[in-house]
């Protein structure tokens, strides 16, 4: 699909939706900044990749190999 097709694709999952926290993510996106993007993204992201990060530092990670073979089904190998 090319970008043109893409778009008027999102366009339309835009209008259709009725989902707040969408349009918040959407808008996040678009109004977000080179220096201070982090701070414009919404504060369920933000506890989200704060949760990540102290997973990490804990060491509660997965390696992307055991990753990629459990969804190995999925991606079509």
């Known amino acids: 699909m090319d970008i043109a097709s893409e778009k008027i694709e999102l366009v339309k999952k835009i209008l259709n ?3 707040d ?3 918040n993510h ?3 996106a678009f ?3 080179a220096d201070d993007w982090y701070e414009h ?3 369920q992201i933000k506890l989200s990749v ?3 990060l ?3 530092a804990k060491g509660q990670t997965i390696p992307h ?3 990629m073979k459990k969804h190995e089904k999925w991606l079509g190998k």
Request: charged share 30%; proline share 4%.
């Open 21 to 23: 926290e969408v349009i």
């Open 41 to 43: 993204l919404p504060e």
């Open 17 to 19: 939706t009725t989902d």
């Open 65 to 67: 190999s055991e990753v």
């Open 31 to 33: 109004d977000s900044s």
């Open 50 to 52: 704060a949760k990540g």
């Open 26 to 28: 959407i808008k996040a």
């Open 54 to 56: 102290s997973q990490s």
